[in-house]
Each structure stands twice: as structure tokens, then as C-alpha cells.
């Protein structure tokens, strides 16, 4: 496909966790091509040839670092986590950005390239300000502002479709219309979350709280409701209530967010905003049956959060209808 954006040489400094990660990325992308990776350590070096690097691989020391960049032509310099202490590495990376070159530490440009947190490979220090540090005061006040106005305009628009979901519903199978269940929402506080029901009716009486693809307990019409996510339609009635917002973290139940808090890092930083119908989790990624899937979800969540925006805001909305239309992305 033809880009008129210039594809960007890369050059990765150092080694971590997350590295090879990076380099995947950086190869499935059109955008980004790698042109090397440099190393201080000539046992680090080795230890990458060996493994069938097949990309340039430099032992340089520090006083060649802007030499080999400049050799390379070289437009994003990528600083893996344990090099970003020495003082004396980072004295020569000074001289990259009086050249115009771009530098990131790895996981930066990790967020960058799959539009997500490196949860796991991050600390505390690294998060809790970015998170913090959202909350512009005019996108706040017109995220709450459109929230309630895009309930009530929901809930109009789709309040005549509900006698026709209902006796789908009742046709399809036995059991009440609606669904509710205790969710965790912002702050740790607990609401009732509305759904029209897509499954059995005793769905959870062995305690199962996953859903998965082709799972038995799903009615064939939930199946339809799913796949356009017309299932969460009552949840209008929820952002009236201030309980969720249009776009958000989808919300977990209560035994589930503990579950995780203990497995997962930073988990708990997504109760720092209301939960909502749809988000960037929901658009990007298939629906959660297991802890990694959860992981990866979480990944996005504290990317929006980190990056919310006017214009992201509108990708999710756009990416949530497209989904709905096509049911590509939902169970």
C-alpha cells in the first residue's frame, strides 16, 4: 500500500526483556525499519550472534556511538532499560538530538508501535505519572458532557428495538430478558451492570465468570447480540446513572479484578476512570478468556488512559460502529 510517510531507520541500543518484542514489531511495520543494534559489552555481543540476529549488530565504543548512527543514517534511536543510567552513554545520546534524531526509551517506543503499556516490563515510577497527569481540564469536562448526552441520545435511539431483542430473547430460550450483575467500577465502587441476557439461564452456576469462542452456554441469538455488541445497548441506562461512560475499560466483576490485581501489574490503575461500553481494549483485542488476554486488554486500557484524547476518542467510536455493522472483532 502506497504511504506518503517516510519509513524511519531504527537502531536499538542495549538489550532487555522487551527487545525482541520491539524487533518484531519494528519488522511486521511498514513505517520503521531496523538498521542495527549496538552493544558496550562485547559478551552481550556474542551472546546475539548466536541466536541469528539477521539484522547489523555493532560493538562500538561509546565515543563511536554518533559515528555509527550517522553512518546508518539512523532517524530513531531506541535505549533499552539498562543502559539508561550510564552517564556516559547518555553524554553521546545529547549529540543525536542536536541532529534531529529521535530518541526513546524502549518502552516508549514500544507504546508507540502497538498502541499499548509494556506493563511488565515497566516500573511504578514510569506509570503512575503518565497516568496521572491526564486529566485536561477542557477534555474532561466535555468527556463528562458528551457522556451523558451521548446516553441519553443511545437510549432514545435504540429504546424501540428493545421489545423486538426482548422476544428474540424469550423465543430463543427460557429465562428473563435482561441481565444484571455486580460490576467494579471507578474507584473500587461496585454498580449493577444491565445487559439483555446472551446466555443461558443458569450460565454461572458452576462459577465460570470466562466466555470463550463457541462456548456452549451462549444462546444462538446471543450469539448475534455478541457479535454486534447490541448485548450492551441497556448499558445506556448505566451512563445516565454515572455508573460507566461511552468509552472506558470494560468493567469486571468483583472476584475477577481481585484475581488480577494479584497477577497482573498496575492492574487497579484502571479503576482510575469510569468503566465503559466500548474503549480501545474492546476494539483492538478479542474478547477475554484467560489472564494473558487480560494482560494484553489491560495493556490498551492504560494506553488510552495515558493518551486520551479528542481525536483517539473518535477512532474508538468510529472502530466500535464498524464493529457493530460487520461484527469482525467480537464473539
Given at each position: 500500500m502506497f504511504s506518503f510517510k517516510k519509513t524511519k531507520n531504527v537502531m536499538i541500543i542495549g538489550e532487555s526483556d522487551l527487545t525482541e518484542t520491539v524487533v518484531e514489531c519494528i519488522e511486521k511495520s511498514v513505517r520503521y525499519r531496523l538498521v542495527?543494534?549496538?552493544?558496550?559489552?562485547?559478551?552481550t555481543y556474542k551472546a546475539s550472534l548466536a541466536v541469528g540476529c539477521d539484522v547489523p549488530v555493532f560493538s562500538v565504543d561509546y565515543d563511536d556511538v554518533n559515528k555509527c548512527i550517522k553512518q546508518n543514517k539512523v532517524n530513531i534511536v531506541v535505549i533499552s532499560d539498562s543502559y539508561e543510567k550510564d552517564e556516559s552513554l547518555m553524554s553521546e545520546i545529547v549529540f543525536c538530538l542536536k541532529g534531529g534524531v529521535q530518541v526513546y526509551r524502549i518502552s516508549d517506543f514500544f507504546a508507540k508501535l502497538t498502541k499499548r503499556l509494556p506493563v511488565r516490563h515497566v516500573r511504578h515510577e514510569w506509570v503512575v505519572p503518565d497516568l496521572t497527569s491526564v486529566?485536561?481540564?477542557?477534555?474532561?469536562?466535555?468527556?463528562?458532557?458528551?457522556?451523558?448526552?451521548?446516553?441519553?441520545?443511545?437510549?432514545?435511539?435504540?429504546?424501540?428495538?428493545?421489545?423486538?431483542?426482548?422476544?428474540?430473547?424469550?423465543?430463543?430460550?427460557?429465562?428473563?430478558?435482561?441481565?444484571?450483575?455486580?460490576?467494579?467500577?471507578?474507584?473500587?465502587?461496585?454498580?449493577?451492570?444491565?445487559?439483555?441476557?446472551?446466555?443461558?439461564?443458569?450460565?454461572?452456576?458452576?462459577?465460570?465468570?470466562?466466555?470463550?469462542?463457541?462456548?456452549?452456554?451462549?444462546?444462538?441469538?446471543?450469539?448475534?447480540?455478541?457479535?454486534?455488541?447490541l448485548d450492551e445497548v441497556p448499558q445506556f441506562i448505566n451512563i445516565l446513572k454515572g455508573?460507566?461512560?461511552?468509552?472506558?475499560?470494560?468493567?469486571?466483576?468483583?472476584?475477577?479484578?481481585?484475581?488480577?490485581?494479584?497477577?497482573?501489574?498496575?492492574?487497579?490503575?484502571?479503576?482510575l476512570v469510569r468503566p465503559g461500553i466500548t474503549g480501545w481494549a474492546q476494539v483492538s483485542y478479542k474478547y477475554?478468556?484467560?489472564?494473558?488476554?487480560?494482560?494484553?486488554?489491560?495493556?490498551?486500557?492504560?494506553?488510552?488512559?495515558?493518551?486520551?484524547?479528542?481525536?483517539?476518542?473518535?477512532?474508538?467510536?468510529?472502530?466500535s460502529i464498524k464493529v457493530m455493522i460487520t461484527g469482525f472483532g467480537a464473539l
Open positions: 542495527g543494534r549496538v552493544f558496550a559489552s562485547e559478551h486529566s485536561d481540564d477542557f477534555y474532561y469536562l466535555f468527556h463528562n458532557m458528551t457522556n451523558y448526552m451521548l446516553g441519553f441520545v443511545g437510549l432514545l435511539v435504540t429504546l424501540p428495538l428493545f421489545p423486538l431483542f426482548a422476544l428474540l430473547i424469550r423465543l430463543d430460550s427460557q429465562g428473563p430478558v435482561f441481565y444484571t450483575q455486580a460490576r467494579v467500577g471507578k474507584s473500587g465502587r461496585l454498580f449493577k451492570m444491565l445487559k439483555f441476557r446472551t446466555m443461558v439461564s443458569d450460565a454461572e452456576h458452576s462459577g465460570n465468570t470466562w466466555t470463550s469462542e463457541n462456548d456452549a452456554r451462549i444462546t444462538g441469538v446471543g450469539k448475534f447480540l455478541r457479535r454486534c455488541r455508573d460507566m461512560a461511552l468509552i472506558g475499560p470494560r468493567p469486571e466483576v468483583a472476584n475477577l479484578v481481585e484475581k488480577f490485581k494479584e497477577s497482573i501489574p498496575f492492574y487497579e490503575y484502571r479503576l477475554s478468556s484467560s489472564i494473558e488476554d487480560s494482560l494484553v486488554k489491560l495493556q490498551y486500557d492504560l494506553y488510552w488512559i495515558q493518551n486520551r484524547s479528542f481525536l483517539l476518542d473518535l477512532k474508538i467510536i468510529f472502530r
